[in-house]
């Protein structure tokens, strides 16, 4: 599945940079559904792939819940969708609350429900995008940089979420053309066989990001932070934990 690219949040009109955030949020939006498609059945969205996480139906709802608060909480909009919804899917795991995991504590909507409520989060999104007033460029100070905000964080969860997914039983999940198996994958023996540690020299790494950025950033990308890494060793391609035992 080929993604779109990062937005480009200073170069173009208004109307140019509309279009392109309403394309961006709408890919983003039924990437994500569509990863879902992957779990066998709706039972699949209240297993919990890993223990220190929720199950996967919190994930499913969290995206669309994220827009519509950060939209109330810059004033965008004035009326929530599902104030239980937007409560619930709100917060994930926190590993200093020591009742997070307590199944005791959640009382998870169907799968159909929150489907129902991702589609009134898309349309109001849309709505908002081919009406909202702003100027360009889009900064921090602009009305459009929740929206953008809110793409962003479902394209976080989009690889996060396939994570949790890929933790499954292979039973909980099935084939989808939209998320087809690695044709160039190699197998064990042949990456065991040409796979050697590579020596990566001493070098300063640079994390330079200025406020006028024309992409998006979280708080903590911006300014500039040096730091002096040693010599280390690492593999020349991806291992599994039974191909890291044959390093060790």
């Not at 392109?20 to 919990?48: G, H, M, P, W």
């Not at 139906?57 to 599902?82: D, M, P, Q, W």
């Not at 009406?131 to 900064?139: G, L, R, V, Y």
């Not at 198996?181 to 990001?209: G, H, R």
Request: hydrophobic share 40%.
């Amino acid at each position: 599945m080929q993604a779109m690219p990062t937005l480009n949040l200073r170069d173009g009109t208004v109307e140019q940079k509309r279009q392109e955030i309403k394309a961006y949020f709408l890919d983003s939006f039924d990437t994500y559904e569509s990863l879902f498609s992957c779990l066998a059945n709706d039972d699949v969205f209240y297993q919990r792939s890993e223990k220190l996480r929720h199950p996967l139906i919190f994930y499913f709802g969290h995206t669309a819940t994220f827009f519509i608060n950060k939209l109330v909480l810059s004033k965008a909009i004035n009326e929530r969708i599902n104030p239980k919804f937007e409560s619930l899917f709100a917060i994930g795991v926190d590993e200093m609350s020591w009742d997070d995991l307590n199944d005791e504590n959640y009382d998870w909507p169907k799968v159909e429900e929150v489907r129902q409520y991702r589609n009134q989060v898309r349309t109001l999104v849309c709505d908002l995008i081919d009406t909202m007033s702003f100027s360009m460029p889009i900064d921090w100070e602009s009305p459009m940089w929740p929206v953008v905000m809110g793409i962003e964080h479902e394209r976080i969860h989009l690889e996060t979420s396939s994570v949790l997914i890929r933790q499954l039983p292979i039973a909980s999940v099935r084939p989808s053309p939209e998320w087809p198996a690695c044709s160039t994958m190699q197998t064990n023996a042949e990456a065991l066989e040409a796979n050697v540690l590579m020596t990566v020299p001493a070098q300063k790494v640079i994390n330079d990001k200025a406020w006028d950025s024309a992409y998006y950033g979280w708080d903590n990308e911006y300014g500039s932070q040096q730091e002096s890494v040693s010599e280390f060793s690492a593999s020349k391609f991806l291992v599994s934990n039974g191909e890291y035992l044959s390093f060790v």
